[in-house]
């Protein structure tokens, strides 16, 4: 057990899971109280032990289904599945003659409508055993097995099978449907998860834990490259903005915790009185709590869509830490859109009226980063204070039209600081079209943040330069 | 009550009408068993600070409670001097020497216990609950570690004070920053989620008598609809309870468009989410 449990915890760590040794010593006290036939228990306890971050979960899941599936799966309702080999894949298809396909999909239709998980277990091993066609040896991860096996299976039809058998016969409201329709689809999500633990733990014992591990080991979510994120990592990213947002407006509203007012003459001198006219007791001002003005300038153009969708999140989930947010959107003008993120207005009727009402094309909806900064700088340049910090997110791929970096210098001289972050690794920048270096020597600092991760350190590491002074 | 089990700790929770799933009643356990804090996150009104409570209720233990703010800290948290009593203390004996009057001073009867103090210091073991530790800045969350882990206090002026019982500890937090790595390796982590359909209806059924199971069912169907929306913010589990109770009121026996429109201003709060679940739910589809 505790090799297992060592190997789990190395596979966690290699994945960038933080675990101490403290917690891993915690995980093994914990364990020894356990009965080990209690795969929900196990599960449990090396959660609450190991697992500190709920963004962690989904890799503690994969893991622990790789690293203890091998344990048995009780079965007691259905001896008559008892007799399959458990963790023995079948190493040669079985001939599909003597195999009833409808007598599968009638036993999970059952174990489905009556929510047996016992009988949905046995129904996952069975259908894995006939329709997954595992082949011994062969180096894939789950995924391709477990589309195989669902179209095999034909989910579409099992969820309308589902849908005929639950409604009984009656005549449903719309609104009892999509009850419905969402019960039903939480159901086959089950199925899905039976199967996907079933493919896993035959895998394992065909291959062995560590080889299907490394297989299986997807970036964490912080560490997923924004640009090619896909929709379900966006949504898990979105959950994980709000504490973001809630650091960077403590870091921007920062006060200076020492007493950095000026010295207050008047009751100095008033407290000195006291010792005899030394001013032994030196009083200042109260500093003035910084208020922060935050504008944030984001590319929305075609490359930058996924990023765009992401940092106009991120501008959302801001506009109601900041009472001072401006938020701009640019193509090849600019145009501001802070009245789409006000109080009380989800994010995708705000985004749906960026894309439809604000004006920010000018020509061809291609970016032009110049315009936009010459335009801005005309349009909203006087109301540039030296307390306004201003970030601008985009890729800086101007499709090899003038730069007019003096606009942006411009800007940076009005205001208290220009950031600008850029979706692209380091090493694309200043390559083809991109220009990167000719904008950043007006910034007052450029950061690479292709992950949620670096979003996390810009927003960690982020000192600004006092208010400038003229 | 001994709570030897994670099946014995959700019965005895069962019993005070707190409906524990699986993985909260294991956790539990082993926090007993361990001796370790838990901390639990979620999102709000999942009953994370029920939970301690319905502890306290199981086990007979005094709940001492400290709720977090920004700008706690250890007068409020931990001690305090009793200085107007130490004052008084000095004025009432001038003759005496200072040497004897200082010893006697910073003694245990003008310490003023704060809750963290309190706790551990209880003949009985009591149960602490740290109510929304994310509130509090990152340094004041260090005066946290030495009672987490040691369950003892330092008083420079008296030395450590160590528990005389070890109380049973639960965070509770948001999730609006992230906590130290240091405190969260001391404690055992639990994710408490809204909870599904089938423990919605239980937790329903056990908290608004005279609510049928028929209807149960359908609210928690219902609930779980009005979650999946993508809303400013969900309903909580005290408000599908709200809502339940709402519905008795109105002695509605079933669940349907007009119902729902009608009553959706109890389990939503925001102007814009109220337009959004009516629009998605009670619409006719397209």
Redesign the interface.
């Known amino acids: 057990m505790i090799a297992t449990l060592t190997g789990f915890i190395d596979e966690l760590r290699d994945v960038g899971v933080?675990v101490?040794m403290?917690?891993a010593i915690?995980a093994m006290?914990?364990v020894e109280?356990l009965d080990l036939v209690d795969k929900?228990?196990l599960r449990?306890?090396l959660?609450?032990?190991l697992?500190?971050?709920?963004r962690h979960?989904r890799a503690f899941d994969t893991a622990f289904d790789v690293y203890f599936s091998s344990l048995p799966a009780p079965l007691p309702d259905h001896p008559e599945l008892a007799d399959d080999p458990v963790g023995q894949p079948s190493s040669t298809a079985p001939p599909e003659g003597d195999f009833d396909l409808d007598d599968l999909l009638q036993s999970l239709l059952d174990a489905l409508q009556s929510?047996d998980s016992d009988g949905l277990r046995a129904g996952a091993q069975r259908a894995v055993d006939r329709l997954a066609g595992m082949e011994p040896g062969r180096p894939v991860g789950g995924t391709y097995y477990l589309y195989r096996t669902l179209r095999r299976l034909d989910m579409t039809r099992l969820e309308e099978r589902l849908m005929e058998a639950m409604a009984e016969g009656r005549e449903l409201?719309?609104?009892?449907q999509?009850?419905l329709r969402?019960?039903i689809a939480?159901r086959l999500e089950e199925l899905k998860r039976q199967l996907e633990e079933e493919i896993r733990r035959r895998l394992v014992a065909d291959r062995g834990r560590e080889a299907v591990a490394r297989t299986l080991r997807r970036p964490m979510i912080e560490d997923v490259d924004l640009m090619h994120a896909t929709t379900a990592e966006l949504a898990e990213m979105e959950a994980a903005i709000?504490?973001l947002t809630?650091?960077l407006a403590?870091r921007l509203a920062r006060r200076r915790k020492r007493r950095s007012g000026r010295l207050d003459f008047r009751k100095t001198v008033r407290r000195s009185l006291a010792t005899g006219g030394v001013p032994v007791d030196p009083q200042f001002r109260h500093p003035r709590p910084h208020r922060p003005e935050v504008w944030l300038v984001c590319d929305i153009s075609g490359s930058m869509a996924t990023f765009s969708r992401f940092t106009l999140q991120f501008t959302h989930a801001m506009s109601s830490q900041f009472s001072r947010l401006r938020s701009f959107a640019f193509v090849d003008t600019v145009d501001e859109v802070s009245d789409f993120f006000g109080p009380?207005?989800?994010?995708?009727s705000a985004l749906h009226r960026i894309t439809t009402e604000a004006e920010v094309v000018w020509m061809d909806g291609h970016s032009d980063y110049g315009n936009t900064f010459e335009t801005f700088l005309n349009r909203y340049g006087r109301q540039i204070t030296p307390r306004t910090t201003i970030i601008i997110t985009g890729d800086a791929r101007n499709n090899y039209r003038p730069t007019r970096e003096q606009a942006l210098a411009d800007i940076a001289k009005k205001a208290r600081a220009v950031i600008w972050l850029n979706p692209e690794p380091t090493s694309y920048w200043d390559t083809g079209d991109s220009t990167m270096s000719e904008y950043a020597a007006h910034c007052d600092s450029v950061h690479e943040v292709r992950t949620l991760a670096q979003l996390e350190s810009f927003v960690e590491g982020l000192t600004f330069p006092r208010a400038r002074v003229f | 009550m001994e709570l030897d089990s994670s099946q014995s700790v959700a019965d005895a929770l069962r019993t005070v009408g707190y409906l524990p799933d699986a993985r909260i009643a294991q956790v539990v356990y082993l926090a007993a068993h361990l001796g370790k804090p838990i901390l639990v996150e979620g999102p709000a009104g999942v009953g994370k600070t029920e939970l301690a409570k319905a502890l306290a209720a199981v086990t007979g233990r005094e709940l001492v409670r400290l709720q977090c703010y920004e700008g706690l800290d250890e007068a409020k948290a931990l001690y305090e001097w009793n200085y107007k009593k130490q004052l008084l203390r000095i004025q009432a004996d001038e003759d005496h020497e200072w040497s004897e009057i200082e010893q006697d001073i910073f003694s245990e009867e003008f310490l003023l216990e704060r809750p963290l103090l309190r706790a551990i210091r209880s003949e009985k073991p009591a149960i602490l609950l740290i109510d929304e530790v994310d509130r509090v800045e990152v340094e004041t969350e260090a005066l946290l570690l030495e009672v987490l882990s040691d369950f003892q206090v330092s008083i420079p002026e008296l030395g450590t004070i160590a528990a005389s019982s070890i109380p049973m500890v639960l965070l509770t937090s948001n999730n609006t920053r992230e906590l130290s790595e240091a405190l969260k390796r001391r404690c055992l982590f639990l994710h408490i989620d809204y909870p599904d359909p089938e423990r919605e209806q239980e937790i329903l059924e056990a908290r608004v008598p005279g609510l049928s199971a028929h209807l149960a069912e359908q609210i928690a169907r219902v609930a779980r609809s009005v979650r999946n929306l993508d809303l400013k913010k969900s309903p909580s589990v005290s408000e599908t309870i709200d809502w339940a109770r709402t519905l008795l009121a109105l002695a509605v026996d079933q669940v349907d468009e007009d119902v729902l429109a009608d009553t959706l201003h109890v389990l939503l709060k925001y102007q814009t989410d109220i337009e959004t679940a009516a629009k998605e739910l009670t619409a006719p589809a397209r």
């Open positions: 933080p101490s403290v917690e915690d006290r914990a109280s929900v228990a449990e306890t959660r609450a032990t697992i500190k971050n709920l979960e929510s409201s719309e609104f009892d999509r009850l969402e019960d939480s709000g504490p809630r650091k403590a009380g207005i989800d994010f995708g």
